[in-house]
């Protein structure tokens, strides 16, 4: 039991078309999960699609009336968690005994979130919605709360998540790392070399096996009328991949993976993560609490709360 297989599925997520991404989504599960993999990670904005290239019209102090189309037919690609697609890869989890961290993009009432989901052999686990969207990701997305800032222990190991640039977060990867995580899961669709380089950090650091899943997407892959600022040449890459499975010491396991799509996997030795943190252990011997602290405020930032009492006790105030 001091072993763990796990898989990183590096793929491309076709914009608009979200019940052939759920076909997909499934059979790049099942793939893996031939290949050994116990857990399986997906890349970021795989259910819902990550609109690379795209602007949605939008210019300071304006935005288009095409682009607001644009965002109504992203907003159609979405999906609802709990829901149909999150349903469906529930029961396929169950059915293989396996679990996965699949990136999506979630519609919570009128606003969009990026999200990591946890499923496993008890189907939807959890949910950790991206807390601060990158640079124009702030036109489509919203931002998360400490409320799902989500730790999931499959028996053997710790499993969290950091989607894409809050890997640059450094209060975040301390709250994370203070709640023991083991495998860093890191949806992503950050293809620059310097990632492996962040990658192998996060693992030095956290002394944590890190799980990097990018997307490869082509034009190609995109429907004819989307147009990327990239260009319109079928074979012109938008997101070039560069999966990368590291160990706790930042020793690269498997990968960087180039060039087209494909699935990564590698048996982790689980007492490499004790013998790691032998010398470093950042919230913990390494931290130096009488001079550093940090305060999590994980509740939910709900501004509004809508209640209907009845005989029930008066609702709590929103978290200010």
């Not at 590096?10 to 999960?33: C, H, N, P, V, W």
């Not at 690609?77 to 396929?92: F, K, M, N, R, Y």
């Not at 400490?146 to 809050?166: H, M, Q």
Request: aromatic share 8%; glycine share 12%; hydrophobic share 40%.
């Amino acid at each position: 039991m001091d072993r763990l297989v796990v898989a990183v599925v590096q793929a491309g997520s076709r914009l608009f078309d979200t019940s052939e991404m759920l076909r997909k989504t499934l059979d790049l599960i099942r793939a893996a999960a031939r290949q050994g993999g116990e857990v399986i990670v997906l890349p970021e904005a795989f259910l819902g699609g990550y609109p690379k290239g795209l602007d949605f019209g939008v210019t300071v102090g304006q935005r288009s009336a095409p682009g607001r189309e644009e965002f109504r037919r992203y907003w159609d690609s979405a999906i609802d968690v709990p829901g149909p697609e999150t349903d469906a890869v529930a029961a396929l989890t169950r059915e293989l005994g396996c679990h996965a961290v699949v990136g999506a993009v979630e519609r919570s009432g009128r606003t969009l979130h990026c999200v990591a989901l946890f499923f496993g052999p008890g189907g939807l686990l959890a949910k950790h919605r991206k807390l601060m969207p990158t640079g124009a990701e702030r036109f489509i997305w919203g931002f998360g709360d400490g409320a799902s800032l989500a730790v999931v222990d499959n028996g053997r190991a710790r499993l969290g998540s950091a989607i894409c640039w809050e890997n640059y977060m450094p209060l975040f990867r301390t709250a994370m790392y203070a709640k023991g995580v083991d495998v860093w899961c890191a949806p992503t669709v950050d293809d620059r070399d310097n990632w492996q380089a962040t990658m192998r950090h996060v693992a030095l650091e956290g002394r944590c096996f890190v799980l990097s899943a990018c997307q490869y997407l082509l034009r190609a892959d995109l429907p004819a009328d989307v147009h990327p600022v990239q260009g319109e040449a079928p074979d012109t890459v938008l997101i070039g991949g560069g999966s990368v499975i590291v160990s706790p010491l930042g020793e690269v396991l498997a990968g960087p993976l180039r060039d087209g799509e494909g699935i990564l996997t590698a048996e982790l030795d689980l007492g490499e993560l004790a013998r790691a943190r032998f010398d470093l252990d950042v919230t913990g011997h390494y931290g130096r609490p009488d001079i550093f602290s940090l305060h999590v405020d994980e509740r939910a930032k709900e501004g509004i709360v809508l209640c209907d009492h009845g005989d029930q006790p008066p609702c709590p105030p929103a978290a200010q």
